[in-house]
Every structure is written in C-alpha cells, then in structure tokens.
C-alpha cells in the first residue's frame, strides 16, 4: 500500500510535466490495526519516495471505526520550468497516440494476489502468478512522463477502464476523435494468461503503470528514441482525428466503438 500510494500521487504530478518534489500522507486504519501496520506501510512508502527523489514532508494518521481495511491519501507536489501545464485535454487532430509500457499491469499484480488459488486451479502455473504479483513494482510513470513533457501535447495514466478508458478519456477531455491499432497495444504475457483464464479483456483492465500521450508527427521519432535509450518500452498505437464521433479500434477487420468510458474488467473478477 505504501508503495502504490507514493506512485499514484506522484505519477499525477508528473504527467502534468512537473518533477514532484514533496509528498504529504494521510494514514486512516481501522481501530484494529496495530502500530506495526503503520511502520509497515510508511517503511514502503519511505523507500519509493527515496527511490524517487520525493521527501515525505507531513501528513497525519489516524485509527477509525469507519474504515475496514487501510486507506493512503498521498497529496504530491512540484513545479514545472515550462510556462504551460500538461493535461489530457491538448490533443490535436492527426497527432500520433503513443503508449509507454504495457496494458493492464496493475489489474494483473491485483488478480494474482487476490485471486491465488482459483488461477492456480484453472491451470495457471504459480511461476507466472509470482511474476505477476511482483508488478506492482513497475506502476511509476515519473521518469517517462518527464522525459515526454518535452514533446507531447496531453499525457495520461490509464487507470480504472484500462487502456481503452484513457484513450476515451483524452477524447472527451479533448473534444477529438481517434483510430487505434488495438492489435498494436503490448501486453504482458502474464497478463494474457490470467486475462484468458478469467475472460477479461486486459485492454479494459485497470492500468496504472501505463503512459499514454499524444505527440505530432514530426516530434515522434524523437520522442520513441529517447525514452528507448533510457529503456522504456514506447509504441505508436493509433492517431487523434477531428470527428468526435469518430472513436474506433481496430481489431483486424473488426472495428470496435470507443464512445463511452468502458467498465474495468477488474471488478467482473473481483467484485
């Protein structure tokens, strides 16, 4: 939790092209955890700030009757050198889509730590569940967003609806329409084999740990190349289009209707 914490709040400041710098966490636990519970949680949280260059400057914690399971409420913060702040409300006509990482990371590190014992009972092999589990570490877009607000001109982390969620919230945020190569969207092999044993779509699946932006078309080849030598997997998946109406994914010869925030695929498992 206290890992996952730090991530999401930072990962919200960088995409607006600001390097974040302090973090303040508000702890609310039941009334039957322990103090060692909150050690736990502020030692995860300690070490991903450190990792990242974010100092842990306050916050406040607090034991509740009203909460059953622990509750991380991380407020980050930065500054940018630039003179404007990124949104996911900036995308042009005929710019390209780019993805950084993978879909569905996040939804598949939950899947495999709550859903254990059905996967390993449909077959799935416990080498890849751990391997799965694990990707929790790989949820911060902070570098690659820094390293993108140079070029773009909206950034986005998919979370809840997955990858296909973020596409459509950029549109609406946009007033734009968009083409997507959905075959083009790289996902995990974990993520696929736990997708297949459960019918999900991973393109729907929650997906923080994911980048998504929209860059012109002269700017892209620099884009890809520098966050490949920094080693970030980056894909051109599609591009923005004038019609908001127009909001299509190809699947082959299939094209499949983006016009509504899709429900995330985590809760037909979980919920």
Known sequence: ??????????????????????????LIL??????????????QASFEAE????????????FSSIVENPVFIGTAIGWTRRRRIIT???????????????????????????????LVE????????????????NLSIVEPALVSAEYVSAMHDPTEGGVLGGIFEICEA?????VVNMEAIPVRTETRIICE???????????SGTLLATVSKSKTPRLLK??????????????MTENKNERIGLLGKKEIRINELPQDELWKAIG
Request: aromatic share 4%; with cysteine.
């Open 226 to 239: 520098r966050l490949w030598r920094r080693g970030f997997k980056a894909t051109v998946i599609g591009r």
């Open 197 to 207: 044993k459960l019918g999900l779509d991973p393109l729907r699946l929650v997906s």
């Open 122 to 137: 449909k077959g799935v092999q416990q080498s890849v569940l751990r391997r799965a589990r694990r990707l929790f570490e």
């Open 88 to 118: 996911s409300a900036n995308a042009k006509a005929g710019e390209n889509i780019v993805i950084v990482g993978e879909a569905g990371v996040e939804g598949t590190s939950i899947l495999a730590s709550d859903l254990w014992e059905r």
């Open 51 to 62: 990792r990242l260059g974010v100092a842990i400057v306050g916050g406040h914690t607090e």
């Open 1 to 26: 939790l206290g890992r996952i914490g730090v991530d999401v709040s930072t990962n919200d400041v960088a995409l607006t092209g600001a390097k974040p710098e302090f973090l303040l966490v508000v």
């Open 174 to 178: 946009s007033g734009k329409g968009c």
């Open 30 to 43: 039941p009334s039957s955890a322990s103090c060692a519970e909150v050690r736990r949680i502020m030692r």
